[in-house]
């Protein structure tokens, strides 16, 4: 049952079945609770711990460890196999709903049920997984765990693009609490950004993984463009980009190219020579394979959602939306806001579309979604429920579904959709009605009788 609600996207319910055959069987780890005094410590100070900044960074990093650990350890038990899974599906599902804390001792529960294992193809790898666990462990639950040992780890466990995500989801939290360094020091606003803008630099030095660079370059751009002056070091960012540009998909390209013309020109509006000769170059690299690729292809959108980057994540999706737009004449885009009108119909209603319009248009579809994507997560994940979140998630998944139904797209695509529209409409109501309880709720508190 508990996988079957996992694949309607149904957390909550799934974590409930998860969490009762976790209670059903809990009886066996008795005496194979290798972290016993640390999860009791966690437990009785959890308070305290939940007020960590770095906790939403443990999570990924204890997955690592026990996925690390599996694979040099079998478990002969299949009860202890299945209670494993368990553990593991909860702390994914409570990852997802924000609930650090509890997914932390799920997979340090996890991990403990391996370590106890007597058996291993690589005992001194497997010690060695104990040692990291142990030592993190220890240092959270001191309050001494730094950033900086969050990223060694990852380097230590061979895992350079999770070390580097981790920089840029810390890049990002340590933007948006004011923070300019990992060690947590408050700078000015100018400061930060300065301080943001060299850590993105830094990281492009370290990965070459085009993920990653195309959120750096991303997240420059855009930092100049907003709240920096770009001055003679600077410009040589370009450089790097152009050369970047090919191996992105055709609407991150498109996105980073206008953006590094807006830079040029913001740079030195007298350098036209330079400014022209880079354009072409550019637009060049820009224009470069243009055939629909994988559906399933890369966004810069949907890493920015990965690292937790969710103002730069909405700004990003409204700039597709804005730019395959303007690939529209504005007549046979109000066709296409028409839900009676046929594809047949617009695609007669202009001569002058690209040959790839039906991609255009399934990309725009994407944008809607991804962006709905966006502003449920967004809903959720602060300190209180946006209301405001989930009815602009509500716009945005009918405006993708009206696209899809017109291109004919496939039903399992469209089903899936319609899945997020219902799911996202219910949890409005719901807000709605739990807002007005609250609105007429006493304000003498619960045991007054004078309403």
Wanted: charged share 25%; with cysteine; net charge negative.
């Amino acid at each position: 049952m508990a996988a079957a609600y996992l694949e309607l996207e149904d957390f909550d319910m799934a974590r409930k079945f998860y969490e009762k055959d976790i209670k059903q069987r809990s009886v066996i780890i008795l005496n194979r609770n290798f972290f016993k005094i640390q999860l009791e410590k966690i437990e009785q100070n959890s308070h305290t711990y939940n007020h960590q900044s770095i906790l939403p960074f443990l999570p990924d990093l204890f997955r690592s460890l026990v996925d690390k650990i599996q694979k040099i350890v079998t478990l002969k038990d299949s009860n202890i196999s299945t209670l494993v899974d368990s553990f593991v599906q909860c702390a994914a599902i409570r990852t997802r709903l924000s609930s650090h804390l509890e997914a932390i001792k799920a997979y340090v529960t996890a991990f403990g049920l391996y370590a106890s294992e007597s058996k291993s193809t690589n005992n001194e790898l497997k010690q060695t997984l104990i040692d990291i666990m142990t030592s993190i462990l220890n240092d959270f639950i001191e309050c001494k765990l730094k950033s900086q040992e969050i990223i060694d780890t990852y380097v230590q466990l061979s895992s350079p693009n999770e070390s580097n995500k981790t920089r840029l989801k810390l890049i990002t939290m340590y933007r948006d609490n004011g923070i300019g360094d990992m060690h947590g020091i408050s700078y000015t606003s100018y400061e930060s950004h300065t301080a943001v803008l060299h850590h993105y630099k830094a990281l492009l030095t370290t990965t070459n993984d085009m993920n990653l660079r195309s959120v750096c370059y991303y997240n420059i751009l855009h930092l100049y463009k907003h709240h920096l002056h770009p001055d003679e070091q600077d410009k040589n960012i370009v450089d790097g980009l152009v050369d970047c540009l090919p191996k992105l998909n055709i609407l991150d390209r498109r996105l980073l190219a206008t953006m590094a013309t807006d830079f040029l020109h913001e740079y030195d509006a007298s350098s036209c020579e330079r400014i022209i000769d880079k354009n072409r170059q550019i637009s060049a690299k820009s224009s470069l394979d243009n055939q629909p690729k994988d559906s399933e292809e890369p966004y810069i959108g949907l890493f920015l959602l990965e690292v937790g980057n969710l103002s730069a994540a909405e700004a990003y999706w409204r700039s597709i939306i804005k730019q395959i737009k303007h690939n529209f004449s504005s007549r046979a885009f109000d066709l296409i806001q028409d839900s009676d009108t046929t594809l047949k119909e617009i695609l007669q209603a202009t001569e002058h579309f690209e040959r790839d319009n039906k991609l255009l248009c399934n990309r725009l579809a994407t944008a809607y979604e991804k962006l709905a994507d966006y502003f449920m997560h967004d809903a959720t994940t602060g300190e209180e429920i946006n209301g405001d979140s989930f009815v602009k998630a509500v716009n945005m998944y009918k405006e993708a579904i009206n696209l899809l139904e017109l291109l004919n797209t496939g039903t399992n695509r469209i089903d899936h959709v319609k899945m997020k529209h219902q799911k996202a409409e219910e949890t409005t109501r719901q807000t709605s009605q739990e807002e007005v309880k609250e609105s007429r709720c006493c304000p003498h508190g619960p045991n007054c009788r004078c309403c």
